[in-house]
Structure formats: C-alpha cells, structure tokens
C-alpha cells in the first residue's frame, strides 16, 4: 500500500514588504499536482486538474493556511517524480508553482510498514505552529486525539492525526505496531535516552519509549527537539505529570518551591501586560497563554529564548507579567 503524505503551508502576505491590499486575501484553494506541471498541457488538450489539498470559502482571517493530505500512488511507476503545488487567493489569482521531488521505490508493502515514524516534526505544524511532538497535539484544545483530526479555529487547516503520528497512536501497519502482542522489531528509546521531537543530527525523530516507560520533560537544558526522556511508568496520572513538569519549569529552573505564591503576587503587582495572545504562535499553534509557553517542550521557562524554525521567541517580551519582568519605571 503506497501513498504519499503531502504537507504544505501557502501566505498570501508572508513575502509582502509593505501592507498593501492585493497582499492581504484569504488563501481558499491549494492543489497539488504528480508529473504534470500545472500550466502544462495534457495529451488531450486540457490542462491537469490536479489534487484538491485546501478549499475553503473566504473568511477574512485566513491569508495563511496550513494543509496535510495523504495521496495514493500505488499506480506511479517506480522511480523519481515530481509534484508541483500552487495555491489560489479569494480574488481568484494564483500563487507561484513550486515544486519537490519524491521516489518512490521498490520495497514491498512489508517492508515498507517496517519504517513506520511519527512526521509531526516535519509538518508545517512544527515549523509555523511550534507543534513538534505527537503527544502536544494529540492533547491539544480541538483535538479529538489518536484517530481524529485537529482543527485550529485560526485558518491551520485539519490534520488527520494518525497520518502524522502513527507510532504515537499505534496505527502503523500489524508488523510494526507498537501494541501488537507479537514479535515486536520497533526500534525503542531505551531508559533514561531521548524520545520523540527530532533528532536534527541525524534528520528523523527520535523513537518512542517502551510501552512500559513514559517519555517525559528533563528538567535539564538541552537543544530544542531533544527535552524529553524515557522514564519508568510508575502510574502516575497525567494531571500529577503535568504539574510536576510545570513545577520544574517555571521561571527557568529556578528554585520553585513557593512558585505558586510567587505567581500570585506577579500577577497582582506587575503593571504591564502579557502579550502572547498576539504572537503568530496563538494564532497558527494554538499558544495562546504564557503558562503553556513556559512549559513548552525545548522551553527552559521565564528568561529563556524558545527556538523556532519559524523564528526564536523571546519569552519576557511576550509574557512580562507572568515572568515577573516589566520594565522598571524611572
């Protein structure tokens, strides 16, 4: 069974050095088209159609879009190819093609589901929306978790969430499945090792946990993508989880014993205002508050850089309040 996982991310306005009005429409239509370029005759006369990624209605808060469509190519002869993308405005006029080349080979469907990995830290939703491992967007507001989808209200797209995560949600194919009761050849991170996010010396995620460890935040510094370990599963709820990882993370690894108090009088006694719900992370990720932000995997809390494909975030600047850093009146 072969198919092909499409990931794509198209602006109407990302390029634009000014704010003119031709540069601010809705993106409402993203196609993808295998070996035909798209201003390309075919042998018929008529021009490809191609494959509908994106279509929307224009809404007037969707001039960046993300979208995620796995394709069958089982039919595709072996061999390198070629798909073309190009996405369409509300008024009708089209982007720019770009093009990426793929191979498909000649390994058997067995072989092939031997492969089987998480692509979360691939997708645009890593790269735009800071969503780099498979368990922050299976628990994310509007997800419906492994075998759903996530829908951002802020113009994402809906990605299908076992395309992205199959190892994570135990959808690979029988021979991989990390729930299966046979003979079981995943590759695991073992105790105490890096798991999930992305291995950006090597260019793939690192493996999950096995089933009966968890992979959970260090507490340690370390480089966006490798802040998780695998520790023991010692039954612990994930509510009990999360505060223990709030807990470690908050004000940048300081010593939080009475962090809940120091919150509290942050809140009451800074007279500035956090800026979060503003940054194109609550828009395009969902990162809407400073708490999630603090304690964002590869974020080492209040006072620290979050490093970003799409660029770094500094923060203080956006949460000074929650931080306890607004500038000092003079």
């Known amino acids: 069974d072969y198919s092909l996982t499409i990931s794509v991310s198209a602006s109407d306005s990302s390029n634009t050095a000014n704010t003119h009005s031709m540069a601010e429409q809705d993106v409402t239509e993203i196609r993808a088209f295998i070996d035909d370029h798209p201003y390309d005759l075919l ?16 809404d007037g808060d969707s001039a960046t879009v993300t979208a995620t469509k796995t394709i069958d190519i089982l039919n595709l002869p072996e061999g390198k190819h070629v798909v073309y993308l190009v996405a369409k405005d509300s008024l009708n006029y089209s982007g720019p093609v770009t093009a990426y080349a793929f191979e498909k080979s000649a ?5 092939n589901s031997s492969k089987c990995e998480d692509s979360i830290a691939s997708n645009p939703a890593c790269s735009v929306g800071g969503i780099c491992d498979c368990e922050t967007l299976v628990n994310l507001p509007g997800s419906t978790g492994c075998g759903g ?10 990605i299908i969430i076992d395309d992205l995560c199959p190892l994570y949600c135990g959808d690979c194919p029988e021979s991989n ?15 105490g090792e890096t798991c999930e996010g992305f291995d950006e010396v090597n260019g793939k995620p690192f493996p999950s946990c096995r089933p009966e460890m968890k992979c959970k ?7 966006p993508g490798a802040d ?19 807990n470690s993370n908050t004000g940048g690894g300081e010593d939080n014993d009475n962090s809940s108090d120091q919150d509290g009088e942050n809140t009451s006694n800074n007279n500035c205002e956090d800026k979060i719900a503003s940054h194109p992370a609550c828009a395009f990720g969902n990162i809407c508050d400073c708490e ?4 964002l995997p590869g974020s080492s809390g209040c006072g620290s ?11 203080n600047e956006w949460c000074p309040s929650y931080c306890n850093a607004c500038p000092t009146k003079k």
């Open 292 to 295: 999630t932000l603090v304690n």
């Open 107 to 111: 390994e058997d469907a067995s072989d």
């Open 177 to 191: 499945n990390i729930n299966n009761d046979g003979n079981d050849d995943t590759v695991y991170s073992e105790l």
């Open 217 to 223: 935040p260090t507490t340690e510094s370390s480089i």
């Open 228 to 246: 998780k370990t695998c520790v023991m599963d010692d039954g612990e709820t994930q509510q009990e989880s999360s505060e223990e990882v709030g």
């Open 149 to 158: 989808v996530y829908a951002s209200p802020m113009g994402m797209g809906e």
């Open 43 to 58: 042998e018929d006369g008529q021009s490809p159609t191609g494959i509908v990624l994106m279509e929307k209605a224009s």
């Open 305 to 315: 850089i979050l490093e970003n494909p799409s660029g770094n975030l500094i923060i």
